[in-house]
């Protein structure tokens, strides 16, 4: 049994702590033994919270604890510059695959705040916060601002919020996102009684939309219309690239598919099969009723 390292009630385990000294080389089927002993073989004791620090990426090692662990819910962490924003995607449709929540997204290195002025500059432009989350339908985001204690803290491995005042713009955030994460987790299971839920009435030829406190029918022709996916709205100017000419009045959904817990899929018979539409858009004035 391997014993995590503590610290201020806080426990941590990692391959480093594990094997200190030797070197990290290791093929995908190994790599994912390691973490998979890692999670089972560690003495966590009692813990409110397990939280999983995955590397980038879509490959081996996060499939391997998707499917070992049964994850409440994931933080998707991004920066502003595109590369990020490409790569945020991939990870999303991975946790939409494999059937995790995104419970909130947070862009690092958000901005710097100027001593002299107090003001917020983004040094890596506006980044892709507020896109991620209109179209993947993410509630809750946040971002860090630059802060120099926040890598000279870490490097030595004391956690940033032990050293840092409480007034501070970073720590501030960091409250705020556990707050959000603590009220989410409680909130889960009450939340997956009350999902909204969509489907498709073919006599009738539209879309039922059902939720806590209300029925809503969508054509599908508008909801077509409606999509936001990337082969429809150009992801980084927003300008729209769909020809609405080329739908056809009579279009229809093939397949439906819930994405997280948070949006549904929709592949329509004109082909098109990258259609994400989130819950909150559906209800909203955006999708209107029939």
Known sequence: ????????????????????????????????GVVTNLISNTDWGDLDFLIVDMPPGTGDIHITLCQDINFTGGVVITTPQKLSFVDVVKGIEMFDELKIPILAVVENMSYFVCDGCDKKHQIFGNGYINLLKKQFGIEDSFGIPMD??????????????????????????????????????????????????LSYDPKEGHFVLQSADKIKKISPYHLRKKCICAACIDEFTGAKILNEKNIPENI?????????????????????????????RLLSNDIESV
């Open 252 to 280: 229809y959904p093939t397949r439906l598919e819930d994405k997280g817990n948070y949006a549904v899929a929709v592949v329509w018979s004109d082909g098109h099969r990258s259609s994400i539409y989130p819950y909150k």
């Open 1 to 32: 049994m391997i014993i995590p390292i503590e610290f201020s009630g806080i426990k941590a385990m990692s391959f480093g702590f594990a094997a200190p000294g030797r070197r990290a080389i290791m093929r995908g089927p190994i790599v994912s």
């Open 148 to 197: 120099p204690l926040i890598s000279r803290v870490s490097d030595g491995g004391t956690p940033y919020m032990l050293v840092a005042p409480d007034t501070s713009p970073a720590s501030k955030e960091y409250s705020e996102i556990a707050n959000c994460l603590i009220k989410k987790v409680d909130n889960f299971q009450s939340y997956l009684k009350n999902k909204p839920k």
